[in-house]
């Protein structure tokens, strides 16, 4: 089935560490998104990501990275240096900026 | 600053009730205007979207409106049921740089 695939769906962190949270999709999908999700608001944007070997940062990109190597994966870093990490993380593509966007299943991330 | 804003944050309402979810947004500039749906815990499900150019857009029960010059969205539901408890959120892209903007979304109850 064609479709964005983000794991874990569980992540647990501890103090200092940096994490990589996985997404994956088949749709051959050009535009690619990071989004932090806190609970009563809506989705801030992390990093975007229209080609592959480009990337962009979007509102709240500090202490995070990214990769973009294949077109079909975009993997995003959480780095002790993101001082609050506890959210949910969505991942979503689009074939560009302007088209639908799909959406993964999201990634939890606790720090402990 | 394109803002977007969904009010009321919560409705409950009793099943087979039509309703109407609410989204305004601050800058007529847009390219287009999306509503989805996110389950608890889940990612989001793309519902409907409306170019600019369009004045409605219908899937199933789901009707949504768009009226630019004033600002606002509306996506009715029709003769609710339950299976349609979910946050239902609205994004616009604006026209300047193709930045997708979110609501914070409406937290729909359907009682049975």
């Known amino acids: 089935d064609g479709g964005i695939t983000q794991s874990p769906k569980y992540l647990f962190r501890k103090e200092g560490q940096n994490v990589t949270l996985s997404c994956e999709q088949n749709?051959?999908?050009?535009?690619m998104y990071w989004y932090r999700q806190d609970p009563g608001q809506g989705l801030r944007l992390i990093y975007y990501s229209q080609i592959v070997n480009d990337f962009q940062k979007g509102d709240i990109a500090e202490g995070y990275s990214v990769s973009r190597e294949k077109k079909e994966s975009f993997p995003l870093t959480v780095t002790s240096a993101q001082k609050n990490p506890t959210a949910f993380y969505l991942c979503?593509?689009?074939?560009?900026?302007?088209?639908?966007?799909?959406f993964g299943q999201g990634t939890r991330l606790t720090v402990v | 600053k394109q803002e977007v804003t969904q009010i009321p944050a919560a409705l409950s309402v009793p099943e087979g009730e039509n309703l109407v979810l609410n989204c305004s947004f601050t800058d007529s500039a847009i390219y287009n205007l999306q509503w989805f749906r996110q389950d608890p815990g889940k990612g989001l499900t793309s519902l409907l979207l409306?170019?600019?150019s369009q004045r409605e857009q219908t899937s199933g029960r789901l009707n949504a409106s768009l009226d630019k010059s004033s600002g606002r969205s509306t996506l009715y539901i029709a003769a609710s049921q339950p299976g349609d408890s979910a946050t239902y959120l609205c994004?616009?892209?604006?026209?300047?740089?193709?930045?997708?903007?979110w609501g914070a979304g409406t937290k729909l109850i359907i009682k049975p």
């Open positions: 994004a616009v892209v604006t026209s300047s740089n193709y930045q997708l903007i």
């Open positions: 749709l051959n999908h050009d535009a």
């Open positions: 979503a593509s689009s074939l560009n900026r302007v088209t639908e966007a799909f």
């Open positions: 409306i170019q600019s």
